[in-house]
């Protein structure tokens, strides 16, 4: 009986229940967008598992017009941080570019990461396919994503393939055997890698080997200590390094990997605003359908 009388009323009131549905509809509908998106924000890299100990190694220049923090840093800064605090669990240098893939007689453009064995113990990548104890065999190994390896062998399990890469900054072919493929991970990760080979599988890499002068890579540590507790001791590091007149004017910190999207991608705290004005959203759609 309820229920036939409440339809009548929607029925012989349609102007004024499309209204009163219609806005509670639209208040909800509204609040749920703006969830999910807010939700992919406010977890945005935590697909890895020790997010909390990862840090991105960089340096911070005094210079008359104030301190100027610069994020490239130089090929054996990892191993030297590894070798120097025993603190330090892990570290792996990374240098994102571009390389071109040979196939057909075409060059097609794909983003590629220059990395070691040492990028899978820090983030929480893993392979669909390959040795997850070794994902790079050798030198002339590469790893790719799911969406490359359909892309360019119709098949996920593309282990012991082989591609053609032309890589623009060394200004070299080169072929490689498919090592690896990685599972698919979360689009709401800073790091997204479709091609990866080893950095020392390159001709110039005894250039960079040790060398103090250049610097263009990203590293990052693991490590379950404070970033203060390590940031206290890298003036030493920096002396010995370069001397001390460098000391003076340069320092190492690090960023935990929680604030890479701040410091990089956006900003958290207004995707916590926007959740605050679809909560209120929300609240006046009820209290809408409610007054009416």
């Known amino acids: 009986n309820y229920l036939k009388i409440a339809f009548r009323n929607l029925l012989i009131r349609k102007s004024f229940s499309f209204i009163n549905i219609f806005g509670l509809a639209t208040g909800v509908g509204v609040f749920v967008l703006i969830a999910l998106y807010t939700f992919q924000i406010l977890t945005f890299d935590h697909f890895h598992e020790n997010r909390d100990e990862i ?6 220049r005094i210079t008359p017009d104030g301190t100027q923090a610069t994020y490239d840093t130089w090929v054996p800064m990892a ?15 990374l240098y994102n570019t571009e390389a071109r893939i040979v196939k057909n007689n075409q060059f097609l453009e794909e983003d590629i990461i220059y990395t070691d064995n040492s990028f899978f113990d820090i983030f929480s990548f893993e392979l669909a396919h390959g040795n997850p104890g070794q994902p790079f065999q050798n030198k002339n190994s590469i790893i790719v994503s799911e969406l490359m390896a359909l892309k360019y062998f119709n098949k996920t399990n593309a282990v012991g393939q082989s591609l053609q890469l032309f890589l623009p900054e060394e200004d070299t072919t080169m072929r490689f055997i498919v090592s690896g493929v990685l599972k698919d991970y979360p689009i709401n990760t800073s790091l997204q890698p479709q091609l990866m080979i080893q950095m020392t599988s390159l001709p110039v890499y005894p250039r960079f080997a040790n060398n103090w002068s250049n610097s263009f890579m990203d590293t990052y540590v693991k490590t379950p200590a404070s970033s203060e507790e390590l940031e206290a001791q890298f003036p030493n590091l920096v002396e010995a390094i370069w001397g001390e007149e460098t000391r003076e004017n340069t320092q190492f910190k690090l960023l935990p990997y929680e604030d890479y999207y701040d410091e990089f991608v956006g900003n958290k705290a207004d995707a916590r605003t926007l959740l605050f004005i679809g909560l209120g959203i929300l609240l006046i759609a009820v209290i809408n359908f409610m007054n009416l």
């Open 55 to 60: 840090y991105l190694a960089y340096k911070e």
């Open 79 to 93: 191993s030297r941080l590894k070798e120097t605090y025993s603190e330090i669990e892990v570290a792996a240098g």
